[in-house]
């Protein structure tokens, strides 16, 4: 047998199915529960018990502890969740990713799901085409774990037989006989291979299926799955590599939980074994390294049997159908056998390392400290960062909260042009006041554009219908409040224009325009307050419509006033210019404050 550049291809295409089919169950099960996800972690984390069941409730449900892991980090990087929340939420994850375990374990040497993969990819067909974005979701979720088990069912007649292919394997088969050197080893490869692919699972159904083979002893295959806890810590740290340092200290926290946790199972490694042994032996299932000694004492003897039974062939034997029922049995065991590894692993991680979760806390905070004691630079983006894109849907809480933080920020550079009018033009003040104005000009702009080019990328994963009308709506605030920022930056150029010119507003122009910027405050603080609600009331969003109208009757009333001050020489032709100039650019600052306000009246009539 010789395993070609095609079988190769084979091996890599198998792993692609299996992941794509986890990804498209998980961000199906993350699109009919989003909302929900997030409500049970703002109200399920409040001490670090509730946290880890959480933890543990949600990694089940979208299966992928990578998934959960990056949710988690993202949401201490905005603020929605402390440190000592986090940490407790991501131990109960490494619980909940044991179930993925067991579904492979279960199902994929149980019960044949290969025969029920098309039928089921036929039931999620049809749902894909519906109007209901929910039946859509769960026709996603169907389809997805087809893809899984049947990438499962190729891996399996795909991984290459080391004792078949010496040639190609021999740097494998010659460190399996190396003790506890083999165990680090393997521990160190079940790493790697989980850094590379970034999922534990795929290392997990890897591992199980060489095993179940009698490629490799129970032991070897536990060490991989032990590493595979280590290397699933790369995706959480890589999302955090734009974050904020909350979200560094978390992501430092679970590489931290797994490491600890891997040291003290590979120092108690063999007597940790021998209990696995013993539990799976105690519940009937069977001793997992029998699987091992049977094929060791066959393939010598009878090496076509190994090979009938590892491949699906048969042998004209009388005993034949007794043996491979023998032999499905034992393969249950190891995979029963590796799933309680995994399970038992992580349990008790969890339950003597949660009471330690403050003094995680102090460690991760003295490792990863604060750069800068001012905090990040003024144009970087807050809660957001376009490292953590592993679960989309999750992703616009992050979003919403750096909108409002945009919409802040604009506000701030309107009460710098406030300031600026009644600054002494020419001094030292007015222009760093100026400059300062200039500068949150092009902060402005590059927020809008990292702020959109990060929706674009959410976009680019699977959403939701509801997400993606969501983030429509913010690509819409965005742009508008872009624009109120461009308003701010004309009425300071429109006074710096007037000083060039030598030109004096009197009294009456100054307390005008003082009256329609208290109207466009007003108007910027409530869209401020609206963006900053999770859930802003109808009579909060009539308001600003009130206040729309304010500002219109206002403009109306000063421009008719303006020719008559003119004729009546209250001051010059060109200062009424310049302040027409600057009442024109108030109204057009009003008019994009309530194209915000009418995204999110929208974007609440879709929620009603």
């Not at 998934?67 to 407790?88: E, K």
Request: some cysteine; hydrophobic content about 45%; glycine content about 6%.
């Amino acid at each position: 047998m010789e395993y070609t550049f095609l079988d190769f291809l084979t091996l890599i295409g198998s792993v692609g199915l299996f992941l794509y089919g986890m990804k498209v169950m998980s961000e199906g099960l993350q699109k009919v529960a989003g909302d929900r996800l997030r409500n049970i972690l703002a109200v399920m984390t409040k001490n670090r018990f509730s946290g880890m069941f959480t933890g543990i409730l949600i990694t089940a449900l979208i299966q992928s502890s990578s998934a959960s892991t990056v949710m988690v980090v993202s949401f201490v990087n905005a603020g929605l969740m402390t440190l000592g929340q986090s940490m407790a939420v991501i131990m109960g994850a490494n619980v909940g990713t044991t179930v993925t375990a067991w579904i492979i374990s279960i199902f994929g040497f149980k019960v044949n799901i290969t025969l029920f993969a098309l039928p089921l990819i036929g039931l999620g067909t049809p749902l894909l085409f519906s109007r209901n974005s929910t039946h859509k979701s769960w026709g996603e979720f169907l389809i997805g774990f087809s893809f899984l088990f049947m990438g499962l069912d190729y891996l399996n007649h795909s991984v290459p037989d080391l004792k078949s292919n010496p040639e190609i394997f021999e740097f494998l088969t010659s460190y399996t006989q190396m003790g506890f050197l083999s165990i680090l080893i393997f521990c160190a490869v079940g790493a790697i291979v989980t850094m590379i692919v970034q999922a534990s699972s795929a290392t997990l159904a890897i591992s199980l299926i060489m095993c179940s083979k009698g490629w490799i002893t129970f032991d070897i295959a536990a060490a991989l799955i032990l590493g595979s806890n280590i290397g699933t810590t790369i995706t959480p740290l890589l999302a955090s590599i734009s974050a904020n340092v909350s979200a560094k200290r978390a992501a430092m926290g679970h590489l931290l939980f797994n490491v600890l946790g891997s040291i003290w199972t590979l120092i108690l490694y063999y007597p940790f074994i021998r209990f696995i042994v013993w539990i799976c032996t105690s519940l009937g299932v069977g001793n997992p390294n029998d699987l091992m000694a049977f094929v060791s004492a066959n393939e010598q003897t009878n090496p076509s049997l190994i090979n009938a039974l590892n491949n699906g062939g048969t042998l004209h034997t009388p005993d034949f159908e007794q043996q491979k029922a023998h032999f499905e049995a034992m393969q249950f065991s190891v995979s029963f056998g590796l799933s309680m590894f995994h399970t038992v692993f992580n349990v008790i991680n969890v339950t003597i390392m949660i009471w330690f979760t403050g003094l995680y806390e102090k460690i991760v905070t003295r490792l990863v400290r604060v750069k800068d004691k001012k905090g990040e630079e003024e144009f970087q983006l807050k809660f957001i960062s376009r490292g953590m894109l592993s679960a989309s849907e999750l992703n616009l809480p992050q979003a919403h909260q750096e909108i409002a933080v945009y919409a802040e920020r604009v506000q701030r550079m309107f009460g710098m042009v406030e300031d600026l009018l009644h600054e002494k033009e020419g001094s030292e003040a007015y222009m760093k006041l100026y400059n300062r104005i200039e500068k949150y000009e092009q902060i402005c702009d590059r927020m809008e554009l990292e702020i959109a080019g990060f929706l674009n990328l959410v976009v680019g994963g699977r959403l939701s219908f509801d997400g993606k009308m969501r983030v429509n709506s913010m690509l819409s605030i965005v742009t508008e409040i872009e624009s109120i920022g461009d308003c701010c930056y004309n009425l300071a150029r429109t006074l710096q224009r007037k000083q060039d010119s030598h030109i004096v507003f009197n009294d009456e122009i100054i307390g005008n325009i003082d009256a329609m910027f208290k109207l466009n405050a007003e108007a910027l603080n409530n869209m401020v307050l609206l963006l900053s609600s999770n859930e802003p009331t109808m009579s909060e969003i009539m308001v600003s419509y009130n206040k729309e109208c304010e500002i219109n009757n206002f403009r109306n009333q000063l421009r008719k006033s303006n020719i008559e001050n003119i004729n009546n020489k209250h001051y010059e032709y060109q200062a009424g210019i310049y302040y027409m100039d600057m009442v024109a650019e108030c109204e057009r600052l009003g008019d994009y404050v309530i194209n915000v306000v009418d995204a999110i009246k929208q974007q609440e009539e879709r929620h009603a």
